[in-house]
């Protein structure tokens, strides 16, 4: 398993496919480098597709306080590791936001973007106050009872649950504090949107309860180059897992015509 040490992280990633372009892919909150799957299947013969574990998912630790602006800081650090200039960030969620960041902090490393099932915007005081009291109850032993409603959230149906919540169990408790607070203490950068020059495609499944739809909409709109919006029937927070079929081909398409 291939890591990589750098700005004070020991980060995991995957390196696949062919030499350029290249797409970078950072997942979601609980998720890790593998619900890319179907999008290395669909992308590695056409570009290079590097994935990696997030602070405190997977096989990434986190072992002190961070924000998603530190978590961009590491999505460019690997890229300097694996000697790259440029690339494609390809975000789902958290995954997301650490794009968008790295967009407004490292232009000029950030080719174009795909936002999947992510915002620019902040939580409403309830949708804020919910993803609080499940973490709470989760990092307070009630795993049992909050997984299933975290699975539904992000996973949607039942069938799409495994092997998520069985690997949910084994996540470091004290790293998910961390990236919690990371989480829930996110910033504002709705009124810097418009800083952001990269073309950028949007993905979003119209079941997402966790980042409504009209929310990605919002950000397609805000996006100085926003070449699409992909809405994804059915799909729930993690639509690029469960609904390849539907993500892949417009993702593809989008690569290409850059």
Request: glycine share 8%; charged share 20%; with cysteine.
């Amino acid at each position: 398993m291939p890591y990589a040490d750098v700005n004070g992280q020991h980060i995991r990633y995957e390196d696949t496919g062919t030499d350029l372009p290249v797409v970078l892919c950072s997942h979601g909150f609980l998720m890790n480098h593998t619900m890319f799957d179907h999008q290395v299947a669909a992308l590695e013969q056409e570009f290079r597709v590097v994935r990696w574990d997030e602070r405190g998912f997977g096989d990434t630790p986190a072992t002190e306080a961070f924000t998603y602006w530190d978590s961009a800081n590491d999505a460019i650090a690997l890229l300097d590791h694996l000697g790259i200039d440029q690339a494609v960030f390809a975000g789902m969620s958290q995954g997301g936001y650490l794009s968008l960041r790295a967009a407004l902090a490292h232009p000029e490393r950030v080719r174009a973007l795909v936002l999947m099932n992510t915002c620019h915007d902040m939580d409403n005081a309830e949708t804020h106050a919910g993803n609080q009291q499940l973490l709470e109850a989760w990092e307070a032993g009630a795993y049992d009872e909050v997984a299933p409603m975290i699975a539904q959230i992000i996973l949607g149906p039942e069938e799409h649950w495994e092997p998520w919540i069985s690997l949910w169990k084994s996540i470091d408790m004290a790293g998910l504090k961390h990236a919690s607070a990371c989480l829930l203490g996110k910033d504002d950068i709705e009124g810097r949107i418009g800083e952001i020059n990269a073309p950028a495609l949007v993905v979003h499944g119209t079941e997402d309860s966790a980042i409504h739809i009209d929310r990605a909409r919002s950000m397609a709109s805000a996006l100085k180059d926003c070449r699409g919006m992909v809405e994804v029937q059915g799909a729930a927070h993690a639509a690029n897992l469960t609904h390849p079929a539907e993500v892949n081909p417009p993702v593809l398409e989008f690569l290409r015509g850059l």
